[in-house]
Nanobody, 119 residues
Framework: QLQASGGGLVQAGGSLRLSCVASGRIFSIDDMGWCRQAPGKQRELVATCPTAGSTIYSDSAKGRFAISRDNAKNTAYLQMNSLKPDDTAVYFC???????????????WGQGTQVTVSS
């Protein structure tokens, strides 16, 4: 299970920090990331932070957003700076998790947290 938090209403130019905590009997987390979906638009990748490999950002997130992980806490963060009205969306965290007792890796999705940026 993934629990996301940290969304809210902020003025353009402001900042927010999203958190995502993975819980359950976790053997390993190969990747954690964030996607977002604005009204009337498709869900899009914002950033991803694999355990092995480089972080990936969407073009719209580069230079403004930063993803990080605390592996000891099974938590991912998304620091969002210089927010724009176009960043308004529901933000979903996602994680590729292997649980104890299986070799299968499964992608989990959080419930989403609303980010609204006013102009």
């Amino acid at each position: 299970q993934l629990q996301a938090s940290g969304g809210g209403l902020v003025q353009a130019g402001g900042s927010l920090r999203l958190s995502c905590v993975a819980s359950g009997r976790i053997f390993s987390i190969d990747d954690m990331g964030w996607c977002r979906q604005a009204p009337g638009k498709q869900r899009e990748l914002v950033a991803t932070c694999p355990t092995a490999g480089s972080t990936i950002y969407s073009d719209s997130a580069k230079g403004r957003f930063a993803i990080s992980r605390d592996n000891a806490k099974n938590t991912a963060y998304l620091q969002m700076n210089s927010l724009k009205p176009d960043d308004t969306a529901v933000y979903f965290c996602t994680a590729l998790i292997r649980r104890y007792g299986t070799y299968v890796r499964t992608t989990y999705w959080g419930q989403g947290t609303q980010v609204t940026v006013s102009s």
